[in-house]
């Protein structure tokens, strides 16, 4: 399970050069899924990989290979060890320090970029250890600036990112311009944080900026070259929504498609980096040029029918290009159906080139041998392309106290790039949230809007937690959403789900009673909501003639108070007025109640809907205040004299 929580950081390598630091770190690594080199001295450790020679040889032999690093060595070493591999915080692996004691995870290398202290924070929530995160904009609650785009899949830009950095760090007024693109990062920014957002005012007298931003971030389409003698540090993200719709002649070379492209977006001062991906009609599908770009620049290629194509209304149609492949439009057709909406940025540009890859000035000349011919124009999309697959993670968090909840399930809230839940669970969950996470609290009524909210966001490709209280199974929403996915027509692939389960509200509220399932039972929600009434009545006939522990969920609300009665009364037809019953109240919370009473006596307690209720069998006892359903173990009696 926690091996999809490591995706990212795969390939995974762990380094130990002693028993003990291999022995902390084998169960993580086959956990995580990371393979576990250690000496020759160590040979026969199973699960482990033997290296020869010196670790800083070997160090050099596998650094590019993985895209992270776990050591369990001294840092002072480790610095020592990777300081020669070290190129760009840009390329470098992500690398972690675990102490042989197993108290603490160190990110040491490439914290934000590489993901260090993203990897740091997951393997301590693994190991129930404590993360030593040194970047300033951790301690700030601020996302890093140079990943803010990253799960949204933006390219980064040009600029000074260190000075930029440096200036959020300060706490400095840094402007924030931001054209196109999620604008979901900033509804989870703390509240006191540096950025003000918008172009900037000037006075009306001096022509001066009446902010004074110490630094600038670009969030857009457009390449800015920036003033080398400024003093204002800026930097440029961009998203990527820029489709760029292409028609040419069959078997023009990549490198021209390429240089038409680049002439377009050169002239109209367009990022490349802003690209989303490359349309056309689908008869260029195995365009030998376009599919090379396309992979060369891990651009999605997205062809479209002529029939398709012959919908959209263009600025340029061809009578020509109709009448060749059945539509009056490819270039500017194709944008547009890529970018799904009718916003053309640049009209077509056709480009001619010589046997000689030399620009022939006039497109429609007929000149022999020419080496080909390329028609491009670009439209802009409303929702940047992300180039992710996005995940669901189903989550149980338990009765609410962290130390309830697995590890797995922590980190799973703890790596998502989304976390959404009714708003008293995102509470419980909070001391587990990183910055920048992107947070959405739905009111308990909002269940299907919640499902179908996460789903979307993973549709985009977005890593989203969506978290309930007990086990996301029961009762929980785990149901929910995979109906909602499997209505939307879901492959059961993308996007990709896994279900973390909890401790839910029957087996938190037994556990503070003593051991009353330990027989058969069932669980009855008596909540009509979405159960007819008389479905759950005849269940709970079923349940007290069958001699089921039977605990009810959702037994009582301010304007549902009839239905624990009419279970109670049922149950007594069927059992001993003197069955023991237990009631219990927010179990594992600050405000947690626990009574035990009778089956007569029930209802002149306090019942509400955070209450469970579990009913015994007819072998069901109460010993000094514990509740006990014998299971039918012998058990020899010491009679004393």
């Known amino acids: 399970m926690s091996k999809l929580l490591f995706e990212e950081y795969q390939p995974l390598a762990a380094i130990a050069t002693t028993p003990t630091a291999a022995k902390r770190l084998l169960p993580l690594t086959q956990s995580v899924g990371a393979t576990l080199w250690v000496p020759e001295s160590l040979t026969g450790i199973e699960g482990t990989q033997v290296y020869n020679g010196s670790l800083k040889d070997h160090l050099t032999n596998i650094w590019q290979e993985n895209r992270g690093f776990m050591f369990c060595l001294a840092t002072g070493a480790v610095v020592r060890l990777i300081a020669p591999l ?19 995870v160190i990110s040491l290398c490439s914290g934000h970029q590489g993901g260090a202290d993203k990897l740091a924070n997951a393997i301590a929530l693994q190991l129930n250890v404590t993360p030593v995160i040194t970047g300033a904009s951790a301690g700030l609650g601020l996302p890093a600036v ?18 930029v950095a440096a200036a959020i760090s300060r706490g400095e007024p840094v402007q924030v311009i931001q054209e196109v693109g999620s604008i979901l990062w900033q509804s989870h920014l703390p509240e ?15 022509k001066e900026e009446s902010i004074s931003s110490k630094a600038r971030i670009w969030i857009s389409f457009t390449q800015r070259q920036f003033a080398p003698e400024s003093d204002l540090p800026k930097v440029q993200w961009h998203p990527r929504v820029l489709w760029v719709g292409i028609g040419c002649e069959r078997g023009t070379p990549k490198q021209l498609i390429e240089k038409s492209i680049e002439q377009v977006f050169l002239a109209n001062h367009l990022a490349l980096g802003a690209i989303a991906g490359i349309a056309t009609i689908d008869i260029k599908a195995d365009e030998v040029g376009l599919v090379e770009i396309c992979q060369e620049n891990k651009w999605p290629l997205r062809t479209f029918l002529p029939e398709v194509l012959r919908s959209v209304t263009v ?21 547009l159906c890529a970018a799904e909406n009718d916003r053309l940025l640049i009209p077509k540009h056709i480009f001619c080139f010589d046997s000689e890859g030399k620009p022939i000035q006039n497109p429609q000349s007929k000149i022999p041998n020419r080496m080909g011919a390329v028609t491009i124009a670009i439209a802009l999309a409303e929702k940047e392309y992300t180039d992710r697959s996005g995940k669901l993670f189903l989550i149980g968090t338990g009765p609410g106290q962290l130390n309830q909840m697995t590890p797995a399930a922590q980190t799973a809230v703890n790596q998502a790039d989304v976390a959404i839940g009714y708003s008293l669970y995102i509470d419980l969950i909070s001391p587990l949230l990183r910055p920048g996470q992107i947070v959405e609290a739905l009111p308990i009524t909002q269940e299907v809007q919640r499902a179908k909210r996460a789903i979307e966001l993973a549709n985009w490709g977005l890593t989203v937690a969506v978290v309930s209280s007990g086990d996301c199974g029961i009762y929980g929403m785990a149901g929910l959403v995979m109906e909602e996915l499997q209505a939307q027509g879901w492959d059961g692939k993308i996007p990709g789900v896994q279900v973390f389960p909890g401790i839910t509200a029957l087996q938190s509220a037994a556990s503070r009673v003593g051991a009353p399932l330990m027989h058969d039972f069932c669980a009855i929600s008596l909540s009509d909501l979405l159960t007819p009434w008389e479905v759950i009545e005849r269940r709970l006939r079923a349940a007290a003639m069958a001699d089921f522990v039977t605990a009810l969920y959702n037994p009582k609300s301010k304007t549902r108070t009839e239905q624990i009665a009419i279970a109670q009364a049922i149950f007594l037809q069927y059992r001993d007025p003197n069955t023991p019953v237990a009631l219990v109240r927010d179990a594992y919370r600050q405000d947690e109640q626990i009574t035990l009473t009778k089956l ?37 009696k010491v009679i004393s004299q």
């Open 86 to 104: 070290l190129e760009n915080k840009s390329r470098d692996p992500a690398v972690v320090v675990i102490d042989e004691a197993g108290k603490f």
């Open 600 to 636: 007569d006596k029930m209802l002149e307690e306090c019942i509400d809907m955070l209450t469970t209720v579990i009913i015994g069998n007819s072998n069901t006892r109460t010993h000094a205040e514990w509740m006990i359903t014998p299971r039918g173990y012998k058990i020899s």
């Open 315 to 335: 600025p340029n149609p061809s009578a020509v290009v109709e009448a060749e492949v059945g539509t009056p439009s490819v270039a500017e057709a194709a944008a």
């Open 192 to 206: 006191e944080h540096p950025f003000h957002f918008g172009f900037p005012e000037y006075s009306a007298t001096t």
């Open 146 to 163: 140079d990943i803010l785009g990253v799960p949204f899949g933006w390219h980064k830009g040009d600029g000074d990112w260190t000075k």
